[in-house]
């Protein structure tokens, strides 16, 4: 309970590098998350090179500003991609891409549930995270999987950045669960 109420979005890092070891532990805590079926539809690619995290960051930011409306982000988001200084990848020294191995029904979902508990396992090892929804339509395209080496058939669902966080996020509290006893 303590990791679930104390994981937070984290948007500044130190620069601190994330090691390899430490991702595989991650990632083999994502594989314990449930799939429909058992069909374990996800796979994962890490990058862990700063300089690189921030290439791809810019280079997403730009191709954004350039395709707002395909991007299916609105005025919001131009706004947020505009601002001086900010990076996607808020300048993480890594990047791990949950994706889903097919187009089967629920393996979007599965994706979801296994980068969720990688967040989790993240945060109880003292490393932030935040789901970058904002760079997935870039990573889609056909011509940045093929230049990261990713097969076609891969969507990715969840990228999510990790590091070491500069702060902890203060709470922004949550609503009261809406619930309809039936």
């Known amino acids: 309970m303590d990791v679930l109420r104390n994981r937070r979005a984290v948007r500044n890092y130190t620069s601190a590098p994330i090691s390899r070891p430490l991702i595989e532990r991650l990632i083999e805590a994502a594989i314990l998350a ?3 079926f058992n069909l374990q539809p996800w796979a994962f690619a890490a990058l ?3 300089k690189r995290v ?3 960051a810019e280079r997403a930011r730009e191709w954004l500003l350039g395709n707002t409306a395909e991007s299916g982000f609105g005025d919001e988001a131009r706004e947020i991609l505009e601002r001086p200084g900010f990076s996607i990848f808020h300048h993480a020294p890594a990047l791990v891409l949950v994706m889903a191995q097919s187009s089967l029904s629920q393996a ?3 994706c979801c549930l296994a980068a969720q508990s990688l967040m989790l396992a993240a945060r ?4 932030g995270s935040c789901w970058i929804g904002f760079a997935r ?3 889609n395209l056909p011509a940045t999987k093929k ?3 990713l097969a076609e058939k891969y969507c990715v669902v969840a990228p999510v ?3 070491y966080p500069a702060a902890w996020p203060e709470s922004h509290g949550r609503k009261p669960a809406e619930i309809h006893w039936l």
């Open 34 to 36: 449930p799939s429909a």
């Open 48 to 50: 862990l090179d700063r």
């Open 54 to 56: 921030d290439s791809y």
């Open 108 to 110: 979007m979902e599965d």
């Open 124 to 127: 109880d090892e003292g490393i």
């Open 137 to 139: 339509p870039w990573l």
């Open 147 to 149: 230049e990261l080496g």
């Open 161 to 163: 950045v990790l590091g």
